[in-house]
C-alpha cells in the first residue's frame, strides 16, 4: 500500500500542484467514496463510520466544487419499501466535495446473503489494461447513480394512467412518456422530472435475484442480455404478462395464461427471478408493444456485480476502476408522444428530434452529474455505454483513448489498450469502456446519433470530462 | 403485367424453403472444383406484404432454385468452384442492371433491359456473401434486388472457418437475409414518378423475404417447426446473416448469446460473445450459437425495434423465433 502510493505521488506530482496531490491522497484514503453530505446521512445505519484519517480540504479551486448541484435526490429505498434495501450506492452523485462528512460505504442490509465488498481487494488478475500508475486499489468505487437491488426490486410501472408523467426537455417543452420506477416513484437517479430511463437495477453474478412489477395496465420487464428462461424473458405471447384478466378466468386467451407467478395480474406483482451468470452491463424494458413502450421511456440497465457485489471491477479479476457512470443512448421522436395508445398509423415512421443521455437533451446534459465526467487526473474511469434507443450512436470522448473491456456482458476476447477513440454502439448494444483521466482540464464529449443507415448524424448529445 | 401476374409471390408462395430452404438443397459436396451454371432473369414481381397489400418488387429468379422465403433466389457452392452466373433482365422500364458479390466479383458490367450478360468468378474463399446490384445504386437494393450466396468449404466439413486452428464446427446452418422495403419509392417506381431515396425510411420489414407472423407460425396460428431456427440441446448451430437492405441490423437474441465468428469473412478476434449483433449495410456476419441446456422459445429480432413492426403495427417485421429442445 505504501508504495503504490508512492507510485501514485510521483505520478500525481509531474502535473499537479502539492495541495491537490495531498487531498488525491486524502480521496484514496476515503476510498473514493464521494456523495453529497445529505444522502450520505440518509443512509443511516448503511454508512460507514467517520473515516478519523479523512483530512479536511484545503485548497480553494476545490472549495468551488462545493457548490451543491441542483439534484433531486432521492432515496430510492424509502420507507415505504421494508423488504427491498435497495443497497443504494450514491443517489445524486455530482462531483466530489471536500465537505461530505461520512466515507460512505453502502453495504446492502437485504435478508440475501451477499458479501459486502473487501476493504482492500487484491485483484486476481489484475488486468494487463490498467496503463496507469499503480493506484492504491479502492474499496469501492464512486458512482454517479443510485441503484436498486440486488436481491429483491421492486418495481412500478407508470404509463398512460398517469397523465402527469413528463419528461422536461431542454427547448422546455414537456412530452408525455412512460416509464418504470422505484416503489416510492422515483426512476433513473431518483430525478421525478425524469421518468425515464427507469432506476438501475442491481444484482451479483450468482446470486437469486427477483424482480416484482406491479402494473394496472399490461407490461412486463424483458431482461436483456440475461439469457433468462423463457418464463421469465418478458416476452408477451411466450412468458406471459400482467395481464387485464384473471388468468384463471374461463376464456383467458392461451399467452395471458402463461402467468408467473399464478395470480399476477393488474396491480399484484408479477414476479421475474433469475440468477445472473456473468457479470456485466445489461439493459431491461417493457417488450408489450415493444416499438411504442421502449419509445416512450420503459427501459433502463441492470449492472450485475462481481460475486460478492464488488464495485470496483466490472468482473471478477477484471480492470480495477476509480468511478463509474452510465450512459445510456436514446431518443425522442416527440409526435409519437402526442396520443400514444399503441403502435400502428401513429408509428410508422420514426424521425427523432431529441437526441438524449441518461434523459436530458441539449445544455442539460452539461450540468448532469450523472453524464458530465468529473474526476482526478491519471483516475480510472469506466463508462457502460448503454443503447437504449433506435438509433446507432457514435460515441467519442473528445480524443481520450479509450479500453474496450467488455461488451453485452461479456469480457472482450483480446483487449484493445487505448486503441479507440470513437465507438459505435448499435441500438440494444453494451459497450463497457475505461479511459484515464487527464491531467486537466475541460474535454468536449458527443454522441452522434445516426439514422439507422448509418449515413447522416441525426443529433448530438454533448457532455463533457473534466479533471478536477 | 401478364408477367407479374405470372410471377405473384405471395408471402407463403415460394416460402415452404423458408430459413434455410433453397440454400441447402442442390448442389452436393464434393472434394473436386467444379463449374457451376446459374441462370438468373432479373424480375418484376408484386410481393403480397401484410396485410393484403401487393409492392412492385425487382428479383433476381432462378426457376431451378428458389431462394429462402419469398425473396430472391440462394446461391450454394463450393470453395474452389467456377461460377457463371447469366443473367437476363426482364424488367419492363429502363433499368439496366448487374450482379456484384463484395469479395468475389467486385465490379461487372450492366445489362439493358432484355439483354443477357454472364459473370464469371472462382469461389476462393468459404464463408457467406451478398450479392445485389450496384449499377443503380441503393435502388436496386430497395427494390430487392439482392440475395445470399454461401462458399461451402472444399474438405466438405461442416465448418465456418476451415482456415482457421478453431473451425468452428456446426451441427445445424441457417441463414438469414435480412431487408426491408419503403413502400414509397416502390410505389413511386410502379407509377413512374420521382423517388427520393434520401429519405429512405422503410415500412415493410423482413427475414429471408417474410414478415412475422409468416416467419414463425403456420396458417393456423401455431409455432411452425420448419420456420423457426430449431436448435437441440448441446448443438452447435450456424447462423449466417446476410444484409440485404439499406439499413442497420442490430440482431438480439433473447435467451442466449452467441459468438460472432467472421464478418465479410475476417475472423472476429475480439468482441466475441454477443446478445445484440450488429449486421452493417451490405455485411455478411457468421456466427455459432452454442446451445446449453435451456429449452423454450426466444425471440430473434432487430432491436431497431421500428425494424420489427409493419406498417407500423407491433409485432411484425423480420422477428424470427429460435426454438430450443
Not at chain 1, 67 to 85: A, C, F, H, Q
Not at chain 1, 121 to 138: E, G, L
Not at chain 2, 103 to 112: F, Q, W
Amino acid at each position: 500500500m505504501k508504495k503504490l502510493t508512492k507510485d501514485f505521488l510521483k505520478f500525481a506530482l509531474s502535473d499537479s500542484p502539492k495541495s491537490v496531490v495531498k487531498e488525491i491522497i486524502d480521496e484514496k484514503k476515503r476510498a473514493y467514496t464521494f456523495g453529497l453530505g445529505s444522502i450520505a446521512a440518509t443512509l443511516g445505519a448503511c454508512a460507514a463510520p467517520v473515516d478519523p484519517n479523512a483530512i479536511p480540504p484545503e485548497s480553494p479551486e476545490r472549495a468551488l466544487t462545493h457548490e451543491p448541484r441542483d439534484i433531486v435526490s432521492i432515496n430510492l429505498d424509502e420507507n415505504d419499501d421494508e423488504d427491498s434495501d435497495p443497497g443504494l450506492g450514491l443517489p445524486g452523485g455530482g462531483p466530489p466535495t471536500g465537505v461530505e462528512p461520512l466515507p460512505t460505504n453502502p453495504v446492502p442490509t437485504d435478508p440475501l446473503p451477499t458479501t459486502p465488498a473487501p476493504a482492500n481487494p487484491t485483484p486476481v488478475n489484475p488486468a494487463p489494461s490498467n496503463p496507469a500508475p499503480a493506484n492504491p486499489a479502492p474499496a469501492i468505487a464512486a458512482q454517479t447513480f443510485s441503484v436498486l437491488g440486488p436481491g429483491l426490486i421492486n418495481v412500478d410501472a407508470s404509463d398512460m394512467m398517469d397523465p402527469n408523467n413528463v419528461q422536461l426537455m431542454n427547448d422546455g417543452n414537456s412530452l408525455s412518456v412512460w416509464g418504470f420506477t422505484s416503489s416510492s416513484g422515483a426512476a433513473f437517479n431518483g430525478d421525478l422530472n425524469r421518468l425515464c430511463p427507469g432506476p438501475v437495477f442491481e444484482a451479483n453474478e450468482g446470486e437469486l435475484t427477483t424482480i416484482a412489477l406491479r402494473s394496472q395496465v399490461p407490461h412486463t420487464i424483458h431482461l436483456h442480455g440475461l439469457d433468462v428462461d423463457q418464463a421469465n424473458d418478458g416476452v408477451p405471447s411466450t412468458s406471459g404478462f400482467v395481464s387485464q384478466m384473471d388468468p384463471s378466468a374461463p376464456g383467458t386467451p392461451p399467452p395471458m395464461r402463461i402467468i408467473n407467478p399464478p395470480g399476477a395480474w393488474l396491480g399484484n406483482p408479477f414476479e421475474y427471478v433469475f440468477t445472473a451468470p456473468h457479470a456485466g452491463t445489461y439493459m431491461y424494458h417493457c417488450h408489450v408493444d415493444t416499438v411504442l413502450h421502449m419509445e416512450m421511456g420503459m427501459s433502463g440497465t441492470i449492472i450485475v456485480r462481481p460475486p460478492g457485489g464488488s464495485k470496483i471491477s466490472l468482473w471478477e479479476g477484471g480492470p480495477i476502476f476509480d468511478r463509474e457512470y452510465i450512459w445510456q443512448l436514446h431518443t425522442f421522436d416527440s409526435t409519437w408522444h402526442d396520443a400514444p395508445l399503441g403502435s400502428g398509423a401513429g408509428t410508422l415512421r420514426y424521425s427523432p428530434d431529441y437526441f438524449m443521455l441518461n434523459g436530458r437533451d441539449g445544455t442539460d446534459i452539461l450540468s448532469d452529474p450523472t453524464a458530465a465526467v468529473e474526476a482526478y487526473a491519471g483516475q480510472q474511469i469506466v463508462i457502460r455505454l448503454v443503447n437504449l434507443g433506435y438509433q446507432p450512436a457514435l460515441v467519442n470522448l473528445g480524443g481520450i483513448p479509450f479500453d474496450i473491456l467488455a461488451s453485452d456482458g461479456r469480457p472482450v476476447k483480446k483487449l484493445f489498450l487505448n486503441l479507440f477513440t470513437e465507438m459505435l454502439v448499435g441500438p440494444g448494444e453494451r459497450y463497457d469502456i475505461m479511459f484515464s483521466m487527464p491531467a486537466a482540464g475541460v474535454t468536449n464529449t458527443s454522441i452522434e446519433y445516426l439514422d439507422i443507415m448509418g449515413l447522416k448524424v441525426l443529433g448530438t448529445a454533448a457532455s463533457s470530462i473534466t479533471t478536477l | 403485367m401478364d408477367r407479374r401476374k405470372f410471377l405473384k409471390a405471395g408471402v407463403a408462395g415460394l416460402s415452404g424453403s423458408f430459413v434455410l430452404g433453397g440454400l441447402s438443397a442442390g448442389f452436393p459436396r464434393n472434394a473436386q472444383a467444379a463449374n457451376v451454371v446459374i441462370d438468373f432473369t432479373v424480375e418484376e414481381v408484386m410481393k403480397t406484404v401484410p396485410i393484403n397489400r401487393e409492392i412492385l418488387t425487382w428479383q433476381y429468379v432462378n426457376a431451378f432454385q428458389a431462394g429462402p422465403g419469398a425473396l430472391s433466389s440462394g446461391i450454394v457452392v463450393t470453395e474452389g468452384d467456377n461460377v457463371t452466373i447469366n443473367i437476363r433482365n426482364n424488367l419492363t422500364s429502363n433499368y439496366p442492371v448487374n450482379l456484384i458479390i463484395p469479395g468475389l466479383l467486385e465490379t461487372s458490367a450492366a445489362v439493358i433491359p432484355g439483354g443477357t450478360q454472364s459473370y464469371t468468378f472462382i469461389a476462393s474463399t468459404p464463408g457467406s456473401y451478398l450479392y445485389y446490384d450496384d449499377n443503380n445504386g441503393q435502388l436496386g437494393r430497395a427494390m430487392g434486388l439482392m440475395g445470399p450466396l454461401v462458399v461451402k468449404p472444399m474438405d466438405g466439413s461442416q465448418a465456418l472457418t476451415p482456415f482457421e486452428s478453431n473451425p468452428n464446427i456446426y451441427d445445424r446452418e441457417y441463414t438469414i437475409v435480412t431487408h426491408e422495403i419503403d413502400s414509397r419509392i416502390n410505389d413511386a417506381v410502379a407509377a413512374g414518378l420521382p423517388f427520393d431515396l434520401n429519405n429512405y425510411q422503410p415500412d415493410y420489414f423482413f427475414a429471408n423475404g417474410l414478415s412475422y407472423p409468416e416467419t414463425v407460425q403456420d396458417p393456423a396460428g401455431n409455432i411452425d417447426d420448419t420456420k423457426v431456427i430449431f436448435m437441440s440441446l448441446g448443438q452447435n448451430v450456424a447462423l449466417r446473416f446476410i444484409n440485404g437492405g439499406l439499413i442497420y441490423y442490430p440482431m438480439h437474441f433473447h435467451g442466449y448469446h452467441v459468438n460472432v465468428v467472421t464478418r465479410n469473412r475476417i475472423l472476429e478476434e475480439y468482441i466475441v460473445e454477443k446478445d445484440t449483433v450488429l449486421i452493417k449495410v451490405g455485411e455478411a456476419v457468421d456466427t455459432i450459437l452454442a446451445v446449453g441446456n435451456q429449452i423454450g422459445l426466444y425471440p430473434l429480432h432487430t432491436h431497431y425495434v421500428p425494424g420489427v413492426t409493419t406498417s407500423g403495427f407491433y409485432a411484425g417485421g423480420g422477428l424470427l423465433m429460435l426454438k430450443a429442445v
